[in-house]
C-alpha cells in the first residue's frame, strides 16, 4: 500500500524556524525522487525542494539558502528543515514520491505551515 504521510506543521513567528517530516511507505523506495511543495490558499502549487536516493539536491530560488531537504533512506523518510521562516511561507506542505522518465508519482495530503508576523 503506497502512503505518504506528512508530519512537524504548525505555527511559528517569521524569523523561527521548522522541521517537517514525511515518511514514505512504497516498494522500490530506492527508484523515486523524493520532493517538498507547497500550496497557499490561491495560488499553484509550488516546488521547494527534491532529492534523489543517493542525496543529491535540487532548489527552488524562493527556498534556497533558508531549507534544507534530507531523506534517511533506512527509515524511508524525507525531511524539510525550514530556517528563517517568513509570512509568505505560510502554506499547505506536501511531499512527492515520483519515479524520473516515468511519471509514477505519489502525493501525501499535506500538513499546513503557518508564520506570523
Known amino acids: 500500500q503506497v502512503q505518504l504521510v506528512e508530519s512537524g506543521g504548525g505555527s511559528v513567528q517569521a524569523g523561527e524556524s521548522l522541521r517537517l517530516s514525511c515518511a514514505v511507505s512504497?516498494?522500490?523506495?530506492?527508484?523515486?525522487?523524493l520532493a517538498w511543495y507547497r500550496q497557499a490558499p490561491g495560488k499553484q502549487r509550488e516546488f521547494l525542494a527534491d532529492?534523489?536516493?543517493?542525496?543529491?539536491?535540487k532548489y527552488a530560488d524562493s527556498v534556497k539558502g533558508r531549507f534544507t531537504i534530507s531523506r534517511d533512506n533506512a527509515q524511508k523518510k524525507v525531511i524539510l528543515e525550514m530556517n528563517s521562516m517568513k509570512p509568505e511561507d505560510t502554506a499547505v506542505y506536501l511531499c512527492?514520491?515520483?519515479?524520473?522518465?516515468?511519471?509514477?508519482?505519489?502525493w501525501g495530503l499535506g500538513t499546513q505551515v503557518t508564520v506570523s508576523s
Open positions: 512504497l516498494r522500490l523506495f530506492n527508484l523515486y525522487v
Open positions: 512527492k514520491a515520483e519515479v524520473p522518465r516515468i511519471g509514477t508519482a505519489y
Open positions: 532529492v534523489t536516493y543517493e542525496g543529491a539536491t
